[in-house]
């Protein structure tokens, strides 16, 4: 099995919630048993919200009342919903590095890096969760960021805001920051195909890829 390659999947239509999280605990564990892929898996959803494992009743609103799950990530409430794309990275960090924050840190950089070749200039914020855009006025989230390992192997991931109705947003406190609100592609003047993201992300996944497994090297 080649685990710098992990299978790279896209599904068509909006995929439930619920078979998304059975879908990723079971190959998950099918990783740590040596008897599958990793699997980076990208889909979008209904509208919903997740709550993570730090997630603040006060912190959900929820006027449209739309469908809540506990997602078992970290992090506190975030919206998922059409014109979104999430990903949903599987992969082994007992084989890649058991740096949590690497990961995270290598995962930011993939998609500042995506986004880039969309023409969008996202960043790192000191202090918060999730990519960034703008400054002053305009500044905005333009993807969050939400992980999960297990027994080494990662869950979950991130999500872009490429064309969503940012009025969902307003059913939840995201990501329990209240100073600055979300954006989207879009919103920024960028019109592409949510397939244009997508093929940006696989062209700069080898680099991400390549800088995750540096945590394996010795210094």
């Not at 329990?176 to 992300?201: F, M, N, P, W």
Request: charge should be positive.
């Amino acid at each position: 099995m080649d685990r710098l390659l992990p299978e790279w999947r896209v599904s068509q239509g909006l995929t439930l919630y619920p078979d998304a999280l059975a879908t990723m605990e079971t190959r998950a564990a099918a990783i740590r048993a040596g008897m599958a892929r990793e699997l980076i898996w990208l889909v979008e959803h209904p509208p919903l919200f997740t709550a993570g494992t730090s997630a603040d009743p006060a912190e959900l609103m929820n006027p449209a009342g739309f469908p809540v799950f506990k997602a078992g990530r970290g992090g506190r409430y975030t919206y998922h919903g059409p014109g979104q794309r999430v990903g949903y990275l599987m992969l082994d960090l007992d084989a890649r590095g058991r740096d949590i924050r690497h990961f995270v840190h290598s995962l930011e950089g993939w998609l500042i890096a995506a986004l880039g070749r969309l023409g969008v200039i996202a960043r790192r914020e000191p202090g918060r969760i999730g990519l960034w855009v703008g400054y002053g006025a305009d500044e905005a989230k333009i993807a969050a960021i939400g992980v999960r390992v297990k027994r080494w192997v990662t869950l979950h991931g991130f999500s872009i805001n490429l064309d969503p109705d940012l009025a969902h947003f307003g059913g939840i406190v995201p990501c329990g920051i209240r100073e600055y609100g979300v954006t989207s592609l879009k919103t920024l003047g960028v019109q592409q195909e949510i397939s244009a993201l997508d093929k940006a992300l696989e062209r700069e996944l080898p680099i991400f890829l390549n800088i995750l497994g540096q945590a394996c090297k010795v210094t």
